[in-house]
T-cell receptor, first 117, second 118 residues
Framework: GAVVSQHPSRVICKSGTSVKIECRSL??????MFWYRQFPKQSLMLMAT?????????EQGVEKDKFLINHASLTLSTLTVTSAHPEDSSFYIC?????????????FGPGTRLTVL | AQTVTQSQPEMSVQEAETVTLSCTYD???????LFWYKQPPSRQMILVIR??????QNATENRFSVNFQKAAKSFSLKISDSQLGDAAMYFC???????????????FGKGTKLSVKP
């Protein structure tokens, strides 16, 4: 099956710093990528949808100036958590779809655990 | 807005036995997809099974099958011959089939933690 990678898998940073998480589709071109957030023992919550070459669409309640998403190519999307605070500590998961989003399967990355001290 | 409800936070099954996980959803759309995902301790999301709403036949993948009741908006997952490796969080998810709306994002239930006893 298709493979989606995320880097880094774990990151620990100090409060106030910015952290960038990369999501790559390794063997297909992803026209649409999604970023989810998962708190411990909770479900996945969609943060934003990004389409290659256009601005990301953020879900209600997600600060677009804090969570910067860039989908600059068909194989790479990045999530930058700016001025991170302890409440941003969470598990971030990306997924990617090839082709027409509503028809095709989403492939998930392995996730990134962010800890903000 | 669509919602997905999993009413069983935790379930337990004896190895080799059968277990059914429940899921209900709410939508006003007539065409959509339903999914069951498995999330083991590694946190990697794994697609277990997928059902297209316009197909009446219940989907089956080896030991995994679903009972899709469209009128009742119910989508349960049956795991037969449970194995130790089936222990994980299971999420039911909904996706619209209409392009331009949700753009294909998944709406997840809260999950059911399945334990398998040897």
């Amino acid at each position: 099956g298709a493979v989606v990678s995320q880097h880094p898998s774990r990151v620990i940073c100090k409060s106030g710093t910015s952290v960038k998480i990369e999501c790559r589709s390794l063997d297909f071109q992803a026209t649409t990528m999604f970023w989810y957030r998962q708190f411990p023992k909770q479900s996945l919550m969609l943060m934003a949808t990004s389409n290659e070459g256009s601005k990301a669409t953020y879900e209600q309640g997600v600060e677009k100036d804090k969570f910067l998403i860039n989908h600059a190519s068909l194989t790479l999307s990045t999530l930058t958590v700016t001025s991170a605070h302890p409440e941003d500590s969470s598990f971030y998961i990306c997924s990617a779809i090839a082709g027409l989003a509503v028809k095709n399967e989403q492939f998930f990355g392995p996730g990134t655990r962010l800890t903000v001290l | 807005a669509q919602t997905v409800t999993q009413s069983q936070p935790e379930m337990s099954v004896q190895e080799a036995e059968t277990v059914t996980l429940s899921c209900t959803y709410d939508t006003s759309e007539s065409d959509y997809y339903l999914f069951w995902y498995k999330q083991p301790p590694s946190r990697q999301m794994i697609l277990v099974i997928r059902q297209e709403a316009y197909k009446q036949q219940n989907a089956t993948e080896n030991r995994f099958s679903v009972n899709f009741q469209k009128a009742a908006k119910s989508f349960s997952l049956k795991i037969s011959d449970s194995q130790l490796g089936d222990a994980a969080m299971y999420f039911c998810a909904y996706r619209s089939a209409y392009y331009g709306g949700s753009q294909g994002n998944l709406i997840f239930g809260k999950g059911t933690k399945l334990s398998v006893k040897p």
